[in-house]
């Protein structure tokens, strides 16, 4: 890791603190559903839609989306959204996007800058080798828990033949020591249709309930264990 107005061994903790922090969190990321709000525009061809979704983030890391409602032109539906949800699915059933750590990205820090009326640690990454999901950009870091507030930058390998490039902002709110995803914005180079933008609002972050266990279960419990039989 190289350092840009602060010293190594500053810029170093931070960079643990921030590693600590969201390895810590990562259980907490699953087993959860959101509500998502997709809205997506071709200016060219002046197109527009948007699509209500719940997207859903299983115990062990898979991500599926029930479509709950759409407005607009089919072709964006198809086209725009359709791409980007298919994308991030199979990219969760392959694990194909490597973490932003040491292990896969150089990290430069750049000390504790001002952006949008706060202070956060910025750290320009770049991958160290270019695969599925990993971006040369930026990583805004909260100040006071060391977890990503931003994630942003370009795509160093385009997810599909179609995409010539893939601009992003990745928002996230801290909840309960939590980072948390609030917003994405996207611009894409289309081999297509020209420049396509996409916006997608994340809500009502909802964790899972346990399974109740089946009755095969509670007998297998009773006998386990000798427990007195349940009524």
Known sequence: MSDDGASTTDSQTILDRYL????????????????????????????????????????????TYDALKFEGDNSVKKDVIARYLSAEVEASDKKAAPP?????????YKGLVQRDSQEVHLFQVSPKKKRPGTFKGELWLDQATCLPIRESGTLSKNPSVFIKRFEFIRDYEIRDGVAVPKTTHGKVLTRLWGSAEMRVDFSNVTPIPEPLPSPLQIVLLEELFQLPKMP
């Open 100 to 108: 932003i750590t040491p292990e896969f990205y150089k990290f430069k």
């Open 20 to 63: 600590k922090a969201t390895e810590a969190q990562q259980d907490k990321l699953r087993g959860i559903t959101m509500d998502v709000a997709i809205d997506a525009e071709l200016p060219k061809m002046k197109k527009r839609g948007t699509l209500h979704a719940l997207r859903t983030i299983s115990r062990l890391g898979k991500i």
